[in-house]
C-alpha cells in the first residue's frame, strides 16, 4: 500500500469534512467551491480529450458548464430567494440547458471546416454532459433540505461514495486476484468491489445508530442500508471506469496532478459524478415516498 497516497487521501478527506460541517448549505462559499470543483474537473476533460488529438473548445465548454451549475443552485433555492412573477428557477435552469446544446452546435457555423466544427462540438458537448450535468445533481443534493444547515444528505453521499473507494482499495490491493475490467483498470479486481460493499455497509449501520434512522430529515431504515451498500460501490465503480476509459483512450495515467496517488480533481469525483445521479432518484422515488 501506497503510505503517502493514503495520507493525502486522509488529509484531504478532513479538510473536507471541516468544510461540511462548518459551512451551511446555501452559503455563497459553498457555491463557490462546488463551482471551482465543477470548472477545473471539466477542464480537466477537456485537457484529457485535448492529449489524445480530440477537439472541443474549452472555455466556451467550461463556461457553459458553470453558468448551468449556477441555474441549478438558484432552482434548489427557489423557494426562498426567487420571485414567481419575475421568472420561475426551474424555467430559468431548463431554458439555459436548451441554449447550452443549441449555441455549442450553432459555434459550427463560425468554421470554415465542417468536420472540425463538428469533433469541436461534440466533445464539447461530451465534457458539459459528463461533468456538470451529472455534478448538477451533487448541487441538488446539496440543497435539497435546509439552506441554512450543513448539507447532510451530500455529505452522507460523498462518505458513502468515498468509503466504498477507500474498502475497494484497501481489500482490492491485499486481496484482489480475479480481475474486474482487465483492459481498462487492471488494478480493479471482485475482491475489492466487496470490499467497498463491505465498508459502505458498515458505514451505513453506523449511520442509522449514530443519525437515529435519519438521513437529514429523510428516513433510512436498514432495508435501505442493504441496497444502498450495494448500490453506491456499483455506480461509483461504473463512473471510476468509464473515466479509466477516457484515460486509457488517450493515453493518460491521470487528469492532472493535484494531489499525489490521486491525479487531479476529476480522478477524485469521477465516481461521485455517477452516484450523486444514482442517490438523487433513489431518495425522490423510494426513500422520499416513504417506501
Known amino acids: 500500500m501506497d503510505i503517502k497516497r493514503i495520507t493525502t487521501g486522509s488529509l484531504i478527506a478532513l479538510l473536507i469534512i471541516f468544510l461540511f460541517l462548518n459551512i451551511p448549505a446555501g452559503h455563497p462559499i459553498a457555491l463557490l467551491i462546488l463551482l471551482a470543483i465543477c470548472g477545473l474537473s471539466l477542464w480537466e476533460f477537456y485537457a484529457l480529450l485535448i492529449a489524445g488529438g480530440l477537439s472541443s473548445s474549452r472555455k466556451w465548454g467550461t463556461a457553459i458548464g458553470i453558468i448551468f451549475c449556477i441555474a441549478t443552485w438558484l432552482y434548489m433555492l427557489e423557494p426562498s430567494t426567487t420571485n414567481q412573477n419575475i421568472l420561475p428557477a426551474d424555467t430559468l435552469l431548463w431554458t439555459i440547458m436548451v441554449l447550452v446544446v443549441i449555441s455549442t452546435f450553432y459555434r459550427l457555423l463560425g468554421y470554415t471546416d465542417m468536420r472540425n466544427g463538428l469533433d469541436h462540438a461534440l466533445g464539447t458537448l461530451l465534457g458539459f454532459i459528463y461533468v456538470p450535468f451529472l455534478f448538477s ?135 461521485l459524478l455517477f452516484t450523486a445521479p444514482m442517490f438523487y432518484i433513489y431518495l425522490q422515488f423510494l426513500l422520499a415516498t416513504g417506501e
Open 137 to 271: 445533481f451533487f448541487m441538488r443534493l446539496f440543497l435539497i433540505e435546509d439552506s441554512s444547515q450543513p448539507a447532510w444528505i451530500a455529505f452522507y453521499v460523498l462518505l458513502s461514495t468515498k468509503i466504498s473507494d477507500t474498502g475497494g482499495y484497501f481489500i482490492g490491493s491485499r486481496f484482489g486476484r480475479n480481475k474486474l475490467a482487465t483492459t481498462i483498470s487492471p488494478k480493479k479486481s471482485w475482491e475489492g468491489f466487496g470490499g467497498g460493499i463491505l465498508f459502505c455497509l458498515i458505514l451505513n449501520i453506523l449511520w442509522m445508530i449514530i443519525g437515529n434512522g435519519q438521513i437529514g430529515g429523510i428516513r433510512f431504515s436498514f432495508v435501505h442500508a442493504l441496497i444502498l451498500a450495494v448500490l453506491f460501490p456499483l455506480f461509483g465503480t461504473a463512473g471510476d471506469l468509464v473515466e479509466s476509459l477516457f484515460k486509457r483512450a488517450v493515453k493518460q495515467k491521470d487528469s492532472s496532478s493535484v494531489a499525489y496517488g490521486i491525479g487531479g480533481l476529476l480522478d477524485m469525483i469521477d465516481s
